[in-house]
């Protein structure tokens, strides 16, 4: 488990999966820029059942409070920018509850978990992408440590409609 005062990121359990399988298409949940149409409500099963939503290429980890109670999912998967192994780094996303939102509950969260990813693997890199719209989690980057580096136009299918994207990074010693 990886933990601050506030928040823990913990890998999902079988007992998760009917939480996350009912939140799968409530938008309160995802949130908007998260929506990216309706997922069969077995998802989560099928993926726990795969690896247990948990590898080093692409893993899903559970947002909780002290308490254990769940506020959201927070992701990371390596993308490459070359064929060798120094050519990695980590996209991170994050989904919380609306109700827990705005209170640095997801700042936390993405410290912890690029502060993980750059202990454990040989990356130089943390990058995360967001809607041009969604000024919060620009913030909320902004706050965590990451810069911005760019748009990318028309990045994201999503709602019916494509969506420009901004690219953030965290380096590793930044």
């Known amino acids: 488990m990886i933990q601050s005062n506030r928040v823990r990121l913990r890998p999902v359990r ?3 999966l009917e939480i996350l399988g009912e939140h799968v298409n409530d938008l309160d949940f995802k949130g908007e820029y998260n929506n990216f149409g309706l997922r069969d409500t077995e998802y989560f099963e099928q ?15 559970v947002v909780t409070l002290s308490d254990d109670q769940i506020i959201g999912t927070i992701s990371y998967r390596m993308v490459r920018y070359g064929g060798n192994e ?17 209170q640095g509950y997801g700042v936390e969260a993405q410290q912890l978990l690029t502060d993980y990813l750059f202990s454990t693997y040989t990356v130089m890199r943390v990058e995360a992408t967001t809607d ?3 000024l919060a989690e620009q913030r909320a980057l902004e706050k965590a440590g990451f810069r911005r580096e760019g748009i990318l136009r028309l990045a994201q299918w999503r709602n019916g409609a494509w969506h420009d994207m901004i690219m953030y990074s965290k380096l590793r010693g930044e």
């Open 14 to 16: 079988r007992g998760d």
């Open 47 to 61: 993926a726990f059942a795969e690896d247990g939503m948990l590898n080093p290429l692409n893993s899903t980890l």
């Open 86 to 102: 120094g050519s990695r780094a980590y996209s991170i996303g994050i989904g919380l509850d609306i109700e827990y939102r705005g």
């Open 132 to 134: 041009v719209e969604n």
